[in-house]
């Protein structure tokens, strides 16, 4: 076998730029190792600085010397027209909108081979299942986790007319008259099992407490500010919502009227919380969201972010040590006034 005769840098560079333009990577590779041969190095020593099989160089380094640049390109441009074209993308797409059920197969999810077979069923080619997930890749599907809803029993204009009142009463927030949008969250020492990152071949194990211990958190997020306000309980019960509700008169004195958006649990219409708010003069203003809407509640967001980055595969031990982990979260929530990216752990604070 010859070799590549040597080129000067602006060469090399040029020939690698070149690769680059046609948009294949492994073309644009096989490039690349034209360009370091042509430097004078080994098929060895070429492997080892691209992090591949020597085999790999000489392939390319005889078609280059036998076929020249057009030995580099893809082979498979002559196989004939592709299978997965832009009409079988338009179809897939249709499909992934609904689910098996809806063309009549048993199978509540699809899997790559039920959609080769779907796909078939509807006139396009089969195709293995790799081929499958080259299109679902080309479609940017993902596997995703469906979210469980329940229909609202109120009509359409009626809610939609709500929501857009709230909105309307949280966008126009004053120092004076402050919005926070509240609610409740349990905190389980059971971990919620959630994704996580894992080199090939590793599994990632979370383990339980075994017998579930649980805590609550009562929030109120300022709608102006962002701000959290919160306080907690052993108990998701009325005394829980009214000890939020000293907690935000205490911390707003100055305030004329406080405005809660909040849902319609039980514990924010008690009799006793009514006393409550009997007892601050009037000072609250609870508007009620439609009845199973929580997506406009906006506080729904600071908890899942909660979830996601404290409760989801913690390894705590003891519900103190997890209540550690939470408070050490908002408290830098509050300090950065938005998601923190990461935090450190902070000491344990007291009870609110």
Known sequence: MGKIPRWRPVQRKRFIRSGQKLGDPATAFRFRIIAKLSSGLSCQAVAGALSCAPS?????????????????????????????????????????LKTPQDFGWART???????????????????????????????????????PFVDCPWPSCRRERRIRELRWIAANATANEPVFFCDEVDIHLNPKVGRDWMLPGMRRYVRTPGKNKKHYLAGALDARTRKLTWVDGTSKASALFCKLLWRLA?????????????????????????????????????????????????????WLDLHTNVTRNHRCRSLRNLLRHVYGYLNARNAAGRHPVGHRLQSLPKAA
């Open 109 to 147: 999810t699809w899997s790559r081979e039920l959609l080769c077979l779907e796909m078939q069923r509807r006139g396009q080619p089969l195709v293995a299942a790799c081929t499958m997930g080259r299109a679902l890749a080309r479609l940017g599907a993902r596997r995703g986790a469906p979210k």
């Open 250 to 302: 205490a911390e707003n004195p100055r305030a004329r009227r406080i405005h809660l958006i909040l849902d319609n649990y039980i514990i924010h219409s008690s009799k006793k919380t009514q006393k409550v708010l009997a007892q601050l003069g009037g000072r609250f203003v609870l508007h009620f969201l439609p009845p199973y809407c929580p997506d406009a509640n906006e506080i729904e967001r600071v």
């Open 56 to 96: 790999t160089v000489s392939r390319a380094q005889s078609r280059y010397l036998s076929l020249g640049v057009e030995g580099l390109l893809d082979r498979r441009s002559g196989n004939g027209k592709l299978k997965t074209g832009e009409r079988f993308i338009e179809v897939l797409r249709n499909v992934l």
